[in-house]
């Protein structure tokens, strides 16, 4: 079984802090994704990494996949309000493999 | 990306009693997924929904348990059934178009057993 370990559980900043999480496992994906859930509602999709050593960025939000594949980490500049929420790393290994889900981070930003 | 519609949001539920909940997608869609999420709590897949034949189920839910459907491209059904207050939970249709890696989700059905 493909374990993804998140961390930390749980963080809660001031609005305009910087943070890093991260999203770490022993075995090796083809791709990994990261989904923010706010609460009633479904994950959404920010981004898919598929190359070891792959820098992503989504405005605010840079994500990296480990060089190994292992591993991912998600660094939000600046943080805002809007940006709570539950974050999931998620790791697929092959095109038609299950999707394997950490257990989250709740970010809480206060204004 | 496809839109998932799925309904209900949520339901009060008597125990011994099923609910069966739907997930429309707006597009024909390659694979779609049920899961089960605790709040605040990562998901957990219950199976994956074939079309046309029975569905795959992961280790610890059984068709007997939540029965689903898939008779088309883009709708699947889940029933829990005979409910306990255990399986109080939200419940997430998911799917994937093709050669795309990420997964759309519904909104989820927030469902409570009393």
């Known amino acids: 079984t493909q374990l993804l370990e998140q961390s930390p559980q749980f963080l809660s900043i001031q609005e305009g802090e910087n943070l890093t999480v991260y999203c770490n496992s022993s075995s090796v994906f083809s791709s990994l994704q990261w989904y923010r859930q706010e609460p009633g509602e479904g994950p959404v999709l920010l981004v898919t990494?598929?190359?070891?050593?792959e820098v992503k960025k989504l405005k605010r939000l840079t994500f990296q996949f480990g060089d190994a594949r292992k591993d991912s980490s998600l660094h939000i500049t600046a943080a805002q309000p809007g940006d709570t929420g539950l974050y999931l790393c998620a790791g697929k290994n092959g095109a038609n493999s299950k999707l394997t889900f950490g257990k989250g981070i709740t970010l809480s930003v206060r204004p | 990306s496809a839109v998932i519609s799925q309904k209900p949001s949520r339901d009060i539920c008597q125990r011994g009693t099923s609910l069966t909940i739907q997930c429309q997608v707006d597009?024909?869609?390659?694979?779609m997924f049920w899961y089960r999420q605790q709040p605040g709590q990562s998901l957990t897949l219950i199976a994956t929904?074939?079309?046309?034949?029975?569905?795959?189920?992961e280790s610890g839910f059984v068709i007997d348990k939540f029965p689903i459907s898939r008779p088309n491209l883009t709708f699947s059904t889940l029933t829990v059934s005979n409910m306990s207050p255990e399986d109080s939970s939200i419940y997430l249709c998911?799917?994937?178009?093709?050669?795309?890696?990420?997964?759309?989700f519904g909104s989820g059905t927030r469902l409570t057993v009393v």
């Open positions: 998911s799917a994937i178009q093709g050669a795309v890696y990420g997964y759309t």
């Open positions: 929904a074939n079309q046309g034949s029975e569905a795959t189920y």
């Open positions: 597009s024909q869609v390659t694979m």
């Open positions: 990494v598929v190359t070891g050593g």
